[in-house]
């Protein structure tokens, strides 16, 4: 393995104004070339804390990455700093200019400013990891046998570059092992009890090959990861590997592809050729959301009525005002005719409906807080279960949508052989 | 002004399957009380890398805040690091046992295992820094002159403890200056368009003075800073020059308050005594998402329609299929109908509609993707604008449903005198 740490470049990160999502993204993808991220560390748009950050992390570790500092502004500290630090002179490079010109005249559609232009500078002593989403380049610097990479801060951009450039041309600089990896993803099922469940399993893994625990919201995905030198062995045996934990987690396994809840209801209402629709309360829109916001997994997707109100859950879906009356909108009764609705109203083969107490308020000794009613079914059969839950808000959210949205994938499951 | 360093330890941060955002919050948290954050540093569960980051930040800062490493496996190699560390014995605090036998009784319901006894074990040289929400205690240490606080790394217990006991402790460790801020939030103007409106205004300020731009999706939220001793004068000078900037940026200005645009429109809504509802095509749920996921910011909100299908646009929303057939779903009309239907079928006041092609497929020359249209109104009167957002799927959501709310505050405000 080779180690590797994280310089993040920038006062919006230490303000606490950004979120920094970049640095795991890399970490993920370089595990799966076999790089072990030992540190990461933020500093400011200063001088002397990035040349301190440069000094320090090429004591730790062989490979350094730089992300942000390379914006039209903040680049007056980076980049003279960058030549300082590696020994180079600021050169304009022709292809990165003639690609930032082109996206000002064609794409923005703006003037380009003498900031603009000064992008293409780069320090002589780099190779320069071409942008195609933007104008800062990336660049790829040697010292005392340690590699440093200097990427934007953008997001969408650093990811062009690291998988377009970046994680072939370290496989090839550092000579790495072969690695395979197998996912797959669980529900249901807390981290410690599948822990306990599949742990003699666990013990028996050779050294070679590593497990992670990925929990996430009423999820776990696990990850099994194999390093060695002849890849048709290290394929066998992982699979051989994977076959048995899936065995062991069959009770929970969700997919064994490296896809998320959403993608995996999709593409079995695709396999089904069946439509879905959702009757969100407590959720509020967020199944909805989940079920949009990744483009495709929403072609069996025909909408939402978020019954926020107990006036939509009457009007539009049809919930019988007595059962409100009486069992209150949190309730089996409800979650159940809210099914039956947004099956009629959305013209939908299935639903999933939503009804709970979310928190911080609202909550009784019958019902606290974190009482939420799920629901789904088809017109022939439904189910309804009750959860408690006991996180905050937004948590709470995150949970009913990703238990939900299970509950629905093993009602299609079961219903497999009944024609509807 | 203190300067800090933020060490979060955790294999999980390092394998990129948690995103950090303890850090940006204890960022804010600190600039409120005059701490800056100069660096933030991540390492695994491994003894040497927390040692050495204890040992470096220690030499960069006078205050060392350190997350996570204290759950309940995890603090084997934490806790008697820092008794090694602090020169210290692990010893029971009979406050805290009482408090994690307390949780374990009646409310997780669950035997008190001896992972979970351990953890009110603390070095003996440590203030414990009581965990109200959680079993893992806080701790307070001083060493040459410097303090280290160690903080379990759940969002909300060290949230907790920051607000109860932290942030007030280091006011009077380190005899803080006095700070005030003033916030206020605009929408629709980039950061660089903003920036050059008020620049006369900000190269005026003086140097105990400070200004940081927060840009977040189409919205821009600006904080002024004051450092000083004289509290009278302090708040005095701040308001004046909020005062300024206020009427500088009046044409884009949200709010002079510490709000979320959602909680900017509830509010007005509130005051206004009026109901709104959504219909929702490309954002999805999204919209609903942002009104429901902060309580109370609900109170006026009877639902959304999520009409992700055009089915579901005719039959709920009764916009007419000769409009879809002949304008197409994204266009002026379709939206102008669905704001209609909405008001209509959600019995709302207002309402806001969203069409539009998120991306990365679906665009057309005509109808490029990012081409959104967006509507909102009342019985009497609406409105509805095209934009064209140039991001990826997820960022043209956000941008999408901050501008809709953004819309309807502004149509609520110029309607103010109609009756409606």
């Not at 200019?97 to 005249?105: A, G, N, Q, V, Y």
């Not at 399993?201 to 995905?221: D, F, T």
Request: aromatic share 6%; proline share 4%; with cysteine.
């Amino acid at each position: 393995m080779v180690n590797a740490s994280i310089i993040t470049i920038g006062d919006e990160l230490l303000i606490g104004q950004v979120i920094d999502t970049n640095s795991a993204w890399m970490a993920q993808e370089l595990n799966k070339i076999g790089v072990w991220v030992k540190r990461r560390v933020a500093v400011g748009d200063v001088k002397e804390d990035i040349w301190n950050a440069l000094e320090e992390e090429s004591r730790h570790s062989q490979l350094i990455l730089i992300t942000g500092g390379l914006g039209p502004t903040a680049d007056d500290i980076t980049k003279p700093l960058l030549c300082n630090y590696f020994n180079a002179k600021p050169v304009i490079n022709e292809d990165v200019l003639k690609h930032i010109t082109h996206l000002f005249e064609n794409i923005f559609r703006r003037p380009l400013t003498e900031n603009n232009r000064k992008q293409a500078e780069v320090p002589n002593t780099c190779s320069v990891l071409f942008n195609k989403l933007g104008t800062a380049p990336g660049m790829w610097f040697e010292k005392q046998g340690k590699v440093f990479i200097s990427l934007p801060g953008v997001p969408l951009e650093m990811k062009g570059i690291m998988k377009d450039i970046v994680l072939t041309k370290l496989r090839d600089h550092f000579s790495m092992a072969v690695i395979s990896h197998r996912t797959l993803l669980t529900a249901g099922v807390g981290e410690s009890i599948l822990a306990d469940h599949i742990k003699e399993w666990e013990s028996g893994l050779p050294s070679h090959i590593k497990l992670a625990y990925l929990p996430n919201y009423g999820m776990v995905r696990l990850r099994l990861t194999s390093t060695g030198t002849d890849k048709t062995l290290l394929e066998n045996e992982i699979q051989a590997q994977f076959e048995r934990v899936k065995n062991l987690a069959a009770e929970w396994l969700v997919t064994d592809e490296d896809l998320t809840m959403p993608q995996v209801l999709s593409q079995l209402l695709k396999e089904k050729n069946k439509i879905v629709g959702t009757a969100e309360s407590c959720t509020g829109g967020y199944i909805a959301h989940l079920l949009t916001r990744e483009a495709g997994a929403s072609d069996k997707y025909n909408g939402s009525i978020v019954s926020y109100s107990n006036l939509v859950k009457k009007d539009i879906l049809k919930v019988s005002p007595e059962t409100i009356a009486s069992a209150g909108a949190v309730s089996e009764e409800t979650v159940l005719q809210m099914v039956k609705g947004a099956i009629e109203v959305l013209k939908s083969d299935y639903a999933i409906a939503t009804s709970g107490i979310m928190g911080p308020d609202g909550g009784s000794p019958q019902k606290p807080v974190g009482t939420v009613w799920i629901a789904v079914g088809n017109k022939n059969s439904m189910t309804a279960h009750k959860f408690q839950f006991r996180f905050d808000r937004i948590r709470n959210i995150e949970l009913t949508a990703n238990t939900a949205l299970n509950m629905l994938r093993k009602f299609i499951l079961s219903d497999n052989d009944k024609a509807i």
